[in-house]
């Protein structure tokens, strides 16, 4: 068992015995990893709202230190606008496979 996934189901770090606050609701999970990935267009919008719920919206705009532009990208803006994420083609090993 890996180390990270005994913090998560236990809520302890294994070395120390202390409390470890783990994220366990799905909601959290996504902000999470829209965070991690704050890079893609998809995310732009969950990332802003979570930036701006923080309280670090000196995050957003154009400076050097800014995660996010101000302006939403065109692909985050189409996403939002069709309510459904755009299509990608299938790389890697069997991402998007037909029969699941």
Known sequence: M??????Y???LDPQTMEPVETVTKLRDRKVQRALMQFFKPENYFEVRAALEEAGRAD???AGERC???AKA???A???K????KPKR???GYRPYRAGQ
């Open 73 to 75: 990208p065109k692909e």
């Open 67 to 69: 995660l996010i532009p």
């Open 9 to 11: 189901y236990t809520g």
């Open 59 to 61: 995050l957003i705009g």
């Open 77 to 79: 803006l189409q996403e």
């Open 81 to 84: 606008r069709d309510g459904k």
């Open 89 to 91: 083609k299938s790389v």
């Open 2 to 7: 890996d180390v990270a996934t005994c913090m």
